[in-house]
Nanobody
Framework: QVQLVEFGGGLVQPGGSLRLSCAFS????????MGWFRQAPGKEREFVAA????????SYADSVKGRFTIVRDNDKNTLYLQMYNLNPEDTAVYYC?????????????????WGPGTQVTVSS
């Protein structure tokens, strides 16, 4: 059974940076496209970024484009989200997710497995 666990959340000041990690186990990492989503209090879960099975294709939500970078290391079975220039609107629980599609998508229903999430709080 595929399992995902996110790491790296925390409290950061506006303008700061943070790198999230997602550890994958229970399957072959390269068989899955991966995505990052986030959910702020009182809001629906939203797409942040996605990456194809071998990392050649990435996509981003407009709100994070140019500030966030999604990367995967298939040798280490790990997905990353590097976040720069964070602002309070980025405060949310961040989730990684795995999809059997070849390319990552922005649609939650395309993802088969989810991690428990990690809290990111941007505040001074």
């Amino acid at each position: 059974q595929v399992q995902l666990v996110e790491f790296g959340g925390g409290l950061v000041q506006p303008g700061g940076s943070l790198r999230l990690s997602c550890a994958f186990s229970g399957g072959t990492f390269g068989n899955y496209a991966m995505g990052w989503f986030r959910q702020a209090p009182g809001k629906e879960r939203e797409f942040v970024a996605a990456i194809s099975r071998f990392g050649g294709t990435t996509s981003y939500a407009d709100s994070v484009k140019g500030r966030f970078t999604i990367v995967r290391d298939n040798d280490k079975n790990t997905l990353y989200l590097q976040m720069y220039n964070l602002n309070p609107e980025d405060t949310a629980v961040y989730y990684c997710a795995a999809s059997t599609a070849n390319f990552g998508t922005s649609y939650l229903k395309e993802y088969d497995y989810w991690g428990p999430g990690t809290q990111v709080t941007v505040s001074s």
